[in-house]
């Protein structure tokens, strides 16, 4: 199994305008995506933007037509037209591109990620919490919800029974992990095998295994996988993939996060305020 070592094809392309905002060149990103000409990648560029629109977002917050210099053979150079994208738009891309490319199947896991990162941060109801308690309360709900639905996702891909299904969890955990099983990180965290792991987590690694939830489900969902060995293997991939997020981001490996207390101890009576109910 590949846990990519060092920015993924993606990060690597990604470029900053002036005023420091991220973009991505279109013409990069057809390159990325195997395209041998610019004209076959515009389809699915078209797809995106029409997607975009429908999800209630102006297209053009999102792709914006420009001019780009080309290098052409022996040191000559032309502008050719191309688009700058948002991470957004490239997400949207992804999803209209050509399944059967594995860098496009790449290109879906590492946006959706990302996506969701800034999801996260944007979300009012978490930007309004004031304390690391609150984050961890709100989090927690969030993973428990999440791992509900993945487990549906799971036992529709042929996950059944029970010791099938710690399995599966225990790939999402190793790809997130960087190798290590739920046993192995109780054991890191000098954790007892009666305590619940994810009862200890901070906020950054509830943050980070809320990703590998959603993402996992929306895989398994988005492209029918069946069997229990595919699952398995899904599950590790999109965890090695938010691994490989949280490095480009310069955040700590999940496994070297500190042991937190018991998130029972702040629960009872302790709603997060920003989603209390008035």
């Not at 999440?146 to 790809?175: C, R, W």
């Not at 595919?230 to 965890?239: I, P, S, Y």
């Not at 480009?248 to 629960?267: A, F």
């Amino acid at each position: 199994m590949n846990t990519q070592q060092g920015p993924s094809l993606f990060e690597q392309i990604r470029k900053t305008d002036d005023q420091g905002n991220e973009f991505w060149s279109a013409r990069d990103l057809a390159k990325i995506l195997e395209y041998t000409e610019y004209r076959h990648f515009k389809p699915a560029m078209e797809r995106a933007k029409e997607a975009c629109n429908n999800s209630g977002q102006n297209a053009s917050d999102h792709f914006e037509d420009m001019l780009e210099m080309i290098e052409l053979g022996k040191g000559g150079k032309r502008q050719l037209e191309s688009a700058k994208l948002s991470r957004y738009a490239c997400y949207l891309i992804v999803q209209n591109a050509d399944p059967a490319k594995e860098v496009v199947a790449l290109g879906q896991t590492y946006f959706a990620v990302q996506t969701r990162l800034q999801e996260i941060r944007q979300m009012e109801a978490y930007n309004q919490l004031d304390t690391e308690n609150e984050k961890r309360l709100f989090l927690r709900g969030e993973l428990t919800r999440n791992n509900l639905l993945l487990a549906e996702a799971a036992k529709t891909a042929g996950v059944l029974e029970p010791i099938d299904y710690a399995i599966f969890q225990n790939h999402g955990y190793m790809g997130l992990y960087g190798g290590l099983d739920a046993k192995a990180i109780r054991e890191r965290k000098d954790l007892k095998k009666s305590q619940n792991l994810l009862d200890h987590m901070g906020s950054s690694e509830l943050a980070a295994n809320v990703f590998r939830a959603t993402q996992t489900d929306d895989k398994l969902r988005r492209e029918n996988i069946v069997g229990k060995q595919k699952a398995n293997q899904t599950h590790f991939e999109v965890g090695a993939k938010v691994r490989q997020t949280i490095k480009e981001l310069g955040g700590t490996m999940p496994e070297n996060l500190p042991l937190v207390d018991n998130i029972h101890k702040i629960s009872k009576g302790k709603t997060p305020k920003a989603i209390r109910k008035k």
